[in-house]
């Protein structure tokens, strides 16, 4: 059975950092590039960022650029996203995914296997 299990959310005032983990089971994890997804109250989905599977390339939103990074290391099947600088604006549920193949995708429909999602909320 495929899992990806997210954790490090929680509450932070604003200017603050958190280091999220996703650890994905099964074989889902294995060549496929992965990304973190967030849905803030009230709104679409939105791309955070996406690292391929050697982790060659990334991509970030415009909104995080500069602020977040995200990495993995394949052989504990764990992809993280460090946010730093956070911002009110960043408050959302925040759900990793694995894509359909190595590459780091930027669409959020290019992903197929999702986590439960983890709550960051940013006070002002």
């Known amino acids: 059975q495929v899992q990806l299990v997210e954790s490090g959310g929680g509450l932070v005032q604003a200017g603050g950092s958190l280091s999220l983990s996703c650890v994905v089971s099964g074989r889902t994890f294995s060549g496929k590039g992965m990304g973190w997804v967030r849905r803030a109250p009230g709104k679409d989905r939105e791309f955070v960022a996406a690292?391929?599977?050697?982790?060659?390339?990334?991509y970030y939103a415009d909104s995080v650029k500069g602020r977040f990074a995200i990495s993995r290391d394949n052989a504990k099947s764990t992809v993280y996203l460090q946010m730093n600088s956070l911002k009110p604006e960043d408050t959302a549920v925040y759900y990793c995914?694995?894509?359909?193949?190595?590459?780091?995708?930027?669409?959020?429909?290019?992903?197929?296997?999702w986590g439960q999602g983890t709550q960051v909320t940013v006070s002002s």
């Open positions: 995914a694995a894509g359909r193949s190595s590459f780091a995708r930027v669409g959020v429909n290019e992903y197929d296997n």
């Open positions: 690292i391929s599977w050697a982790a060659i390339n990334t």
